[in-house]
């Protein structure tokens, strides 16, 4: 089995959202996460530092380790508002060239679903700025409906990663389809809107999905983490990111990216 690493970029800065309630929510969380004991004050202490700093990214520090550790990854980046995602686009394009830079591979974080020319529009607006001509995407929170995947293959991605579950890549007329299967917050969140499981127990619940992986003879395994998260402020999430990679290497995973995976099919 091949194992495919991606990171969604939801945020870029504090800053991005002093006008909505990301940051209110964000406070809360901290609280609930500390009184329950999923958290240790030092993290604590860490997240209301990382907030007065405006440093809510960690994209740059992923992607040394990434390198280090012989790790291929797709970074998914957005280039529209909406849903909580709120940085421009002009520090979209910033980050955009950074990544590309590093020959770190590059996607969509995408926000519209259901309508093909706003679709069109985003593909367009990211091959302009990147000036690739053909790259993926993945839709901020998973978001689709019955139509989406074509409107994803129509706009001229060449592959997606939306579809959620345990189950085989396949195509959408061009588009490669490569389902997601194993995400950082359904493991430490486990259906709650903040942290309810420690790392063992995430680390436990990530390992049966990837036996549950290898049991329906899944090609290619893919497992997303967001860059937000590779920090000692969160530090569950950062353990549970570099042990589940330890995990995949010693069973002998090969890691590779979207990209090189549709050129297998």
Not at 13 to 27: A, R, Y
Not at 102 to 125: M, P, Q, W, Y
Request: charged share 30%; net charge neutral; with cysteine.
């Amino acid at each position: 089995m091949k194992v495919i690493i991606s990171h969604d970029i939801d945020h870029l800065t504090v800053n991005e959202h002093l006008t909505d309630s990301i940051i209110p929510k964000f406070i809360i969380r901290n609280h609930i996460e500390l009184i329950k004991g999923y958290i240790s004050f030092n993290e604590y202490k860490l997240r209301w530092s990382k907030l007065f700093k405006n440093k809510w990214n960690n994209i740059s520090e992923l992607i040394e380790f990434n390198k280090k550790q012989d790790i291929p990854s797709t970074f998914f980046i957005g280039v529209n508002n909406g849903v909580g995602l709120n940085y421009s686009l002009e520090l979209s394009a910033k980050w955009i060239e950074r990544i590309l830079k590093t020959e770190t591979d590059c996607g969509v974080h995408g926000i519209a679903f259901n309508d093909l020319e706003s679709v069109k529009k985003e593909h367009d607006t990211f091959k302009e700025i990147s000036g690739l001509d053909n790259f993926g995407i993945r839709m901020h929170y998973l978001r689709n409906d019955d139509k989406t995947l074509g409107f994803l293959n129509k706009a001229g991605y060449i592959f997606d990663s939306t579809d959620y579950g345990i189950k085989p890549d396949y195509k959408i007329g061009k588009m490669h389809e490569f389902p997601l299967h194993i995400m950082d917050g359904y493991e430490l969140e486990a259906g709650k809107r903040w942290q309810s499981a420690d790392t063992k127990t995430a680390i436990e619940t990530t390992i049966r999905k990837i036996n549950k992986a290898i049991n329906n003879n899944i090609d290619f395994l893919t497992i997303l983490f967001h860059d937000r998260y590779f920090d000692d402020s969160f530090l569950s999430w950062k353990k549970w990111y570099t042990e589940t990679i330890k995990y995949c290497k010693s069973q002998g995973f090969e890691f590779i990216d979207f990209r090189t995976a549709t050129t297998y099919k």
